[in-house]
């Protein structure tokens, strides 16, 4: 059991029936009354965020998330397939499950796949990766006071923001988190 003075952002627990996990958090005392919790947590099945006030007496029970490293294969177009890498048992999530997090891993590539009491909710990416950029404007010299980009698209098929002097063939480091070019590999 956690207590709602004990919430920390990350913490995955159970509310009201539902696996969410802390966002924020904010210990409130005011001048009268008694103190309280101010959180902001995420459904982490349906996505959704809330806000809520707590007692700092109340607790809530631990949820268990099982995160297991299994290898992407591939989409058929309706389903991703992965595969475990000790036991070689595959699944196959379909496109709500796995949502965005794939538009930067290429086939054969392993990812976290999560899951609660067996249900599989998302898939984690690796947090950098390295793409080769497929397709780009040239680059051109011009006003880089602003540290100027251009669009780029990479070997999976997603765009991502690039300097100028970035080419086609180049093999980039991506952050699959926020999407953003971080440098050459």
Do not use: W
């Amino acid at each position: 059991m956690i207590s709602a003075g004990d919430f920390r952002n990350g913490v995955t627990l159970e509310i009201d029936g539902n696996i969410v996990q802390i966002v924020e958090f904010q210990h409130v005392k005011p001048g009268k009354g008694a103190a309280f919790v101010r959180t902001k947590y995420k459904n982490i099945i349906t996505g959704a965020v809330l806000e809520k006030s707590f007692r700092p007496t109340e607790k809530f029970p631990a949820a268990r998330i099982e995160r297991k490293d299994m290898q992407y294969l591939y989409n058929d177009g309706e389903l991703y397939y992965f595969m475990d890498n000790e036991t070689f048992e595959q699944i196959g999530l379909n496109t709500d499950t796995v949502g965005d997090s794939l538009k930067f891993v290429k086939e054969n590539e392993t990812v976290k796949v999560c899951s609660h009491n067996g249900n599989v909710f998302a898939v984690e990416p690796p947090l950098f990766v390295e793409l080769e950029i497929t397709e780009t404007e040239p680059g051109f010299k011009g006003d880089t006071a602003q540290g100027a980009s251009k669009p780029a698209t990479v070997e999976t098929g997603a765009t991502v923001q690039v300097p100028l002097f970035i080419d086609q063939g180049e093999k980039i480091k991506i952050d699959t988190r926020t999407g953003e070019y971080l440098s050459r590999a």
